[in-house]
């Protein structure tokens, strides 16, 4: 089963308290609403509506005086004001919808960022949902987005990257709290993957909800035990289609 736009998930997930405390600034992307959130938070993303795996993500960042700087896939381009970068932007990402997106500071590792996968199943819309898998995906080099295939990254053990009891914990009653959610809208929901973004503080967020994740990025760790999991609630998911 498919979900919806990145902005409609974002408008089901604002709904629950929980959850929306946990999700980053989001407007629709125009004019109005990236110049305001740009200069709000000196960072945000541009992000297809429909888009998937890192693609056409655009990261702006406000620098020194009027100047900032764009971050597409590996490449940086400097301009000298917001309007200019945003007729950049639409020009590249043309009549596409996207929204727009206050940037998460992520934490680093390797001098990387990264982001946590989380899986959250369960075996029929009656029984409850279970985080059944999390790892770190560590960003490529020069690269700002995580998706380990576009930017050559790589994923890491989540106990790697995550040593506090308390982020842990927090991480899985944001990825419950939004499945729950989800599922209300979308009963037939089994498998969720979420990508949650940590800051160096210990900070939580709630990056994106995706209905279709690879699960096969779990089999790229050395401990199987959390592919294998996964996969068994998969074919559960299945045998009760």
């Avoid at 990402?93 to 500071?105: A, E, F, N, Y």
Wanted: with cysteine.
């Amino acid at each position: 089963m498919s979900m919806a736009s990145k902005w409609s998930i974002h408008r089901m997930l604002s709904g629950s308290p929980t959850v929306a405390a946990h999700i980053p600034a989001t407007r629709p992307f125009n004019h109005s609403s990236f110049t305001s959130l740009l200069k709000k938070y000196k960072q945000v993303f541009i992000k297809p509506v429909g888009g998937s795996r890192g693609r056409g993500v655009i990261k702006v960042s406000a620098l020194e005086g009027t100047k900032y700087r764009v971050h597409v896939y590996n490449k940086k381009v400097i301009f000298n004001s917001s309007t200019a970068v945003y007729k950049y932007a639409r020009k590249l990402l043309g009549s596409t919808r996207c929204i727009v997106q206050k940037g998460i500071p992520l934490a680093n590792i390797y001098g990387r960022p990264f982001d946590i996968r989380v899986m959250v199943q369960r075996t029929s819309r009656d029984k409850p949902w279970h985080v059944t898998g999390m790892l770190a995906k560590v960003a490529g080099r020069n690269y700002v987005i995580t998706n380990v295939r576009r930017s050559r990254g790589r994923v890491v053990p989540f106990s790697s990257v995550v040593k506090s009891t308390a982020v842990k914990q927090r991480i899985n009653s944001l990825a419950l709290a939004t499945a729950n959610r989800l599922a209300v809208f979308h009963p037939g929901l089994r498998t969720i993957g979420l990508d949650v973004g940590i800051t160096s503080g210990g900070r939580v967020y709630l990056i994106e909800a995706n209905s279709r994740p690879m699960l096969a990025l779990f089999k790229r760790l050395s401990d199987r035990s959390s592919y294998r999991r996964i996969v068994a609630y998969h074919r559960a998911k299945d045998n009760n289609s």
